[in-house]
């Protein structure tokens, strides 16, 4: 029996186990899902998410739903590929994660007071730091091959969840300005090492302001990015309707093509 034939009364369901079942199946008959490891495929869990933000932002809730697929593809494979050396199941990471959101909420799930966000932030922050029996640092939850801005801000959110922090954003602004002088002062230095931790201690204590104003770094600067990458490319196409390119023209006439570009988004929102 071929294995056509074998398989050939798979059909797509709304069932989990179902998607575990073919999970299994093509960790034995395909040849490139079967040659996977843990290592091989991390990027490309990485790149998933990244590809399930971009839906969020552009609010495409259609593409959203097919990503977030992909997501829980991967989780099941690295379940199965665990499974198979006998590490844990997915039941295992079912089984972890419930007891994990019960023990984390006790004001859901026992009778510990906490009607703010902010109470909740720190009773987390609390418990999971008796979970670790002190033996660790409140920042080693934080991994380090996070994107840098995103890892600024997680590092300050976990110090602020133990008390160290400031109340309001003011005293976090004086700080910006003090680390912006300090980096002004080392400009035109022959120094790039010097400089360059200036410029970070510049970025961190935008990221704290920023977080301190309810903003996240890493949404805001995406965002600020797709805007640039859309006002430049309408430069681009401006310019190819002249028979010209970036290149090919002085900084004043694409400064006031990018002023267009500004000028159509204000009128569309």
């Keep these: 029996m071929s294995m056509s034939d074998l398989y050939s009364n798979i059909k797509p369901t709304n069932s989990f186990s179902d998607l575990v079942r073919i999970m299994e199946i093509l960790r034995k008959e395909c040849p490139w899902d079967r040659k996977q490891t843990h290592e091989s495929i991390k990027d490309l ?23 977030l697929g992909d997501m829980l593809l991967h989780v099941v494979f690295h379940a199965q590929m665990a ?7 997915i039941e295992d990471v079912i ?14 799930f026992a009778d510990t007071v906490a009607d703010e966000e902010g109470t909740v932030m720190k009773n987390w922050e609390k418990i999971k730091q008796a979970e670790k029996n002190g033996n660790q640092s409140v920042l080693s939850g934080v991994p380090h091959t996070l994107p840098a801005l995103l ?9 602020g969840g133990v008390g ?26 022959n120094s790039k090492e010097e400089l360059a931790g200036e410029f ?50 002085n900084l004043e ?3 006031s093509l990018w002023n267009e570009a500004k000028h159509i988004e204000k009128e569309k929102r």
């Excluded at 499974?83 to 199941?89: A, D, L, P, Q, V």
């Excluded at 089984?95 to 859901?108: D, S, T, Y």
């Design 45 to 67: 869990m990485v790149e998933e998410v990244y590809e399930a933000i971009d839906a969020i932002d552009n609010q495409d809730y259609e593409d959203l739903c097919k990503e």
């Design 83 to 89: 499974s198979e050396k006998s590490t844990f199941t």
């Design 95 to 108: 089984f972890g994660i419930q007891e994990k959101l019960i023990r984390r909420h006790p004001h859901v």
């Design 151 to 159: 890892r600024a801000q997680r590092m300050q959110e976990k110090a």
């Design 164 to 189: 160290f922090d400031w109340s309001e954003w003011k005293p976090a602004w004086d700080k910006l300005e003090e680390e912006l002088l300090e980096f002004r002062e080392l400009v035109g230095s």
């Design 200 to 249: 970070g201690d510049v970025l961190f204590s935008i990221v704290n302001v920023g977080r301190l104003l309810k903003l996240n770094a890493e949404d805001s600067l995406r965002l600020t990015n797709n805007k640039f990458q859309s006002r430049f490319e309408y430069i681009e196409r401006e310019l190819k309707k002249k028979g010209k390119k970036p290149g090919e023209v």
């Design 253 to 255: 006439t694409m400064d």
